[in-house]
């Protein structure tokens, strides 16, 4: 006789500030692989760094008009966050071609273009404009 499957995962043991905790370290480990195993992510990081202090910088234009520019170079970096996880759980099931796996890849590179968009276009409006 078979034993029923958890309804919850194995893993999901922990709580209260130990989890906080260990969540911290996972997110610190998943920056590092990117910044590791991802060309662009470290491209959108160096972009990011560059754009965060110029919209912090720049003279004349309101907080708000800041804090969008800020949350659109940060919505960049978390889309490619993303797309990477997206990409890394397809070529773990299979390295093999599938039209389902080129969708999702072409999915998470679609979100990441729509994020840069976004991205110009605020600089557009709110800055250069």
Partial sequence: MSTPAPEESPFKGKSGIKRVWHAL???IEGL???WRHEDAFRQLTLLALLLIPLALWWPDIMRVSRAILVASSLATLV???FNSAIEAAVDHTSLARHPLAKRAKDLGSAAQLLGL???AAMWGLLVIF
């Fill in 32 to 34: 590092a692989a990117a």
């Fill in 117 to 119: 968009v976004n991205l």
């Fill in 79 to 81: 889309i490619e966050l």
């Fill in 25 to 27: 370290g996972y997110s």
